[in-house]
């Protein structure tokens, strides 16, 4: 039951970051949902197979952004492996290192396609953009995760359901 909730929540992802792109791809600090949702899917399969799903990612985020596809494609897929790498070696189902590896693959993505995509080598760009979308790229991944994984409270069943 987990496993649906969580690719649940990276459908939600994918699909919120491709319908309200347009609208944050003006800023420099905005959320990368498709980076969460490539992390976030990642961690659930293992290397090989989360490579190819890095690789399906990077080819629709090439297509919408318009940006090299081989470059972004093998960078989403080299993230995506080690994502389902790193989860298979340290093997935590711990919401911290979920968390952290989140904000830490988020941000390393944003860094590198900043520095070879979009060739913006300024330190602003490295130490100030990309850290601060990543935190935000978090926070929006946790609190789409908690929606999905939330359940009706008990208090709000009418009298009598919970015994059927």
């Known amino acids: 039951m987990r496993a649906r909730r969580e690719w649940l929540t990276v459908l939600l992802l994918l699909l919120l970051h491709f319908a309200l792109h347009p609208l944050w791809s003006r800023w420099q600090i905005g959320p990368d949902l498709l ?3 490539l992390l976030l899917g990642s961690f659930l399969l293992r290397w090989g197979r989360a490579a190819v799903f890095g690789c399906l990612l990077g080819l629709l985020e090439a297509s919408i952004s318009l940006g ?3 470059l972004t494609m093998f ?3 080299i ?3 080690i994502g389902g790498w790193l989860r298979r070696i340290v093997y935590s189902d ?3 290192f979920v968390v952290a590896s989140m904000f830490l693959g988020t941000w390393a993505l944003r860094a590198s396609v900043s520095l070879l995509v979009q060739e913006d080598a ?3 760009a490295l130490l100030v953009n990309a850290p601060a979308s990543a935190a935000l790229t978090t926070v929006l991944c946790w ?4 929606f ?3 359940e009706p409270d008990a208090s709000s069943r009418p009298v009598g359901e919970g015994l059927r």
């Open 94 to 96: 711990s919401d911290t």
């Open 35 to 37: 980076a969460g949702g």
């Open 68 to 70: 090299p596809l081989g």
């Open 148 to 150: 999905v994984s939330a």
């Open 79 to 81: 993230f995506a492996c």
């Open 75 to 77: 960078l989403f897929s």
């Open 122 to 124: 300024s330190m602003g």
């Open 143 to 146: 609190l789409v995760y908690r």
